[in-house]
T-cell receptor, first 115, second 114 residues
Framework: DGGITQSPKYLFRKEGQNVTLSCEQN?????MYWYRQDPGQGLRLIYY???????QKGDIAEGYSVSREKKESFPLTVTSAQKNPTAFYLC??????????????FGQGTRLTVV | AQKITQTQPGMFVQEKEAVTLDCTYD???????LFWYKQPSSGEMIFLIY??????QNATEGRYSLNFQKARKSANLVISASQLGDSAMYFC???????????FGEGTQLTVNP
């Protein structure tokens, strides 16, 4: 079945450590996204990528880094510079091109807790 | 600047009644798309409905319809005949022009009462 896989579902890390969240899609989508969601809040865009080897900062990129070496993969690294990393992280992908009506498909999310 | 605004943090509706969730947006691009998503307590994001800026008619998908008022820059979601399973967080989102950036609002928590 085609879809987006985020792993792990739950992740615990000590303060000051970098951690990488995985996002893989087999939908052959060009665009991929990372969002952060805090309890009871909306989705805030961290980074997005329209094509391989290219990505753009979203609204809250500070303390995060990404790479897009393969079309299927868009890993997110939460660095020690991120002051409040505990949150729910959602990855999404969308069929690229100029068509406006292509919706984004989401993974199940990774809940990161930093202690 | 906030481009998507959802002014209702929480809404309550009786089962079988209709409910409207508000969404206003801000853009100078004549070409844009508006999306609504549902997020149950499990956290998954479920796509509900899409409205394009050039669409002449309001979008409908089953019990979901979109009240699109272009001049007012609003794209309100109407859910008819509410069901208990409709209780969830609802998000409005926008994509501008031919770009890939997809921006979400703060969301509205809908509770359907039996």
């Amino acid at each position: 079945d085609g879809g987006i896989t985020q792993s792990p579902k739950y992740l615990f890390r000590k303060e000051g450590q970098n951690v990488t969240l995985s996002c893989e899609q087999n939908l052959n989508h060009d665009a991929m996204y990372w969002y952060r969601q805090d309890p009871g809040q909306g989705l805030r865009l961290i980074y997005y990528s329209q094509i391989v080897n290219d990505f753009q900062k979203g609204d809250i990129a500070e303390g995060y880094s990404v790479s897009r070496e393969k079309k299927e993969s868009f890993p997110l690294t939460v660095t020690s510079a991120q002051k409040n990393p505990t949150a729910f992280y959602l990855c999404a992908s969308r069929d690229g091109g100029t068509l406006m009506n292509t919706e984004a498909f989401f993974g199940q999310g990774t809940r990161l807790t930093v202690v | 600047a906030q481009k998507i605004t959802q002014t209702q943090p929480g809404m309550f509706v009786q089962e079988k009644e209709a409910v409207t969730l508000d969404c206003t947006y801000d853009t100078s691009d004549p070409s844009y798309g508006l999306f609504w998503y549902k997020q149950p307590s499990s956290g998954e994001m479920i796509f509900l409905i899409y409205q394009g800026s050039y669409d002449q008619q309001n979008a409908t998908e089953g019990r979901y319809s979109l009240n699109f008022q272009k001049a007012r820059k609003s794209a309100n979601l109407v859910i008819s005949a509410s069901q208990l399973g409709d209780s969830a967080m609802y998000f409005c989102a926008m994509r501008e022009g031919s770009g890939s950036r997809l921006t979400f609002g703060e969301g509205t928590q809908l509770t359907v009462n039996p």
